[in-house]
């Protein structure tokens, strides 16, 4: 039965690191016997706490969630993510092509909508087609958002019409996503919401001024909302992880590094941020930052940032030269 339990929420044993692990020492204790040759059914017991522990941590069991941008990169990532954690997930993207295959890939339990976010009538049929497939919303996702064109890097060169066009998606489309979830949360007195934000947003000179400008407003944003919808049940946070060699951030260095190729620009992105020792960020760090917040663990955890960055933005080592003794 326990096995049974484990494939109905996962894609297999070895979604999540420790249950083959913990499959093991099921299996171990339940061949165990006490002294006149049955079953030791406290050890069974104890096993079944501990599968029920390991499964149902971070539970989103029962969810429906809504992800823009969710066909690739982060989206993607924390789409997989939830539904290993027993959540239903309404993928939303621009990409017709590309994301009913990810729903396929991601099984039964995702489902595509083609939602260009520039449009707040497409967000808002979006957040419809959610509600009338699943008769609820209770995470939304704001997810989705572009780099603009790098260059020219001179703020006394920037085309007003690119900066429009980056704000349109990056803040104005995070702020519909934000509306409408909250058009159905409110009623229903409860639900999460989370953005993706950048550590461009936390430092200046680490993306084009579009861009940083854009991901400056979010945690803003945030915190403004907060300050509504809290009466009302609901959360709503934001993530700045650090960058990510996700398509989106490839695609923006290419312009940088033009001869480069696509495994010389992974290994810069990964190089960026080198100050934690023996790890790098990847996009399922990312994902499992937006499990906790979406899930009832973080329950009074609200108008906050999670910052995912391996220290980079909370410290500047000086390079002090070394002193030769006269």
């Known amino acids: 039965m326990l096995r049974l339990l484990t494939r109905s929420h996962y894609s297999n044993e070895s979604s999540i690191p420790y249950i083959n692990v913990v499959l093991q020492q099921i299996r171990r204790r339940f061949s165990s016997t006490d002294t006149v040759g049955?079953?030791?059914?406290?050890?069974?017991?104890?096993?079944?706490?501990?599968?029920?522990?390991?499964?149902?941590?971070?539970?989103?069991?029962?969810?429906?969630a809504l992800i823009t941008g969710g066909a690739s990169g982060l989206g993607k990532a924390t789409a997989q993510e939830f539904i290993r954690h027993g959540a239903?997930?309404?993928?939303?993207?621009?990409?017709?092509?590309?994301?009913?295959?990810?729903?396929?890939d991601l099984g039964p339990q995702a489902q595509f909508v083609a939602c260009d976010v520039a449009s707040e009538a497409q967000i808002a049929e979006a957040v419809n087609?959610?509600?009338?497939?699943?008769?609820?919303?209770d995470i939304m996702y704001n997810n989705a958002g572009i780099?603009?064109?790098?260059?020219?890097?001179?703020?006394?060169d920037l085309d007003l019409n690119e900066f429009d066009r980056v704000m349109r998606i990056n803040v104005r489309a995070m702020i519909?996503?934000?509306?409408?979830?909250?058009?159905?949360?409110?009623?229903?007195?409860?639900?999460?919401?989370?953005?993706?934000?950048?550590?461009s947003g936390l430092m200046g000179g680490l993306g084009p001024h579009p861009y940083t400008i854009s991901k400056f407003a979010i945690p803003g944003i945030v915190k403004s909302v907060a300050s509504?919808?809290?009466?009302?049940g609901i959360r709503i946070n934001c993530i700045s992880p650090s960058p990510i060699p996700t398509p989106l951030v490839v695609d923006q260095f290419a312009q940088f590094f033009p001869s480069a190729t696509r495994d010389d620009i992974i290994g810069i992105i990964n190089g960026l941020g080198d100050e934690l020792k023996g790890a790098i960020c990847e996009e399922v760090d990312v994902a499992r930052a937006a499990l906790y917040l979406a899930s009832d663990e973080a329950k009074y955890v609200t108008g906050h940032n999670l910052?995912?960055?391996?220290?980079?933005?909370?410290f500047k080592n000086l390079q002090f030269p070394k002193l030769v003794d006269p």
């Open 38 to 64: 049955r079953p030791n059914v406290y050890l069974e017991c104890t096993c079944d706490i501990y599968i029920y522990i390991c499964m149902y941590m971070y539970s989103l069991e029962g969810k429906v």
């Open 88 to 104: 239903r997930v309404v993928i939303a993207d621009i990409n017709a092509q590309l994301g009913p295959q990810v729903s396929h």
């Open 129 to 137: 087609l959610t509600l009338a497939r699943h008769g609820k919303l």
């Open 147 to 156: 780099a603009g064109t790098s260059y020219p890097p001179s703020i006394v």
């Open 176 to 199: 519909a996503g934000i509306k409408h979830a909250a058009r159905v949360m409110i009623p229903a007195g409860s639900g999460s919401i989370l953005c993706t934000a950048s550590i």
């Open 228 to 232: 509504e919808v809290c009466k009302h």
């Open 307 to 314: 910052v995912v960055d391996g220290g980079f933005t909370c």
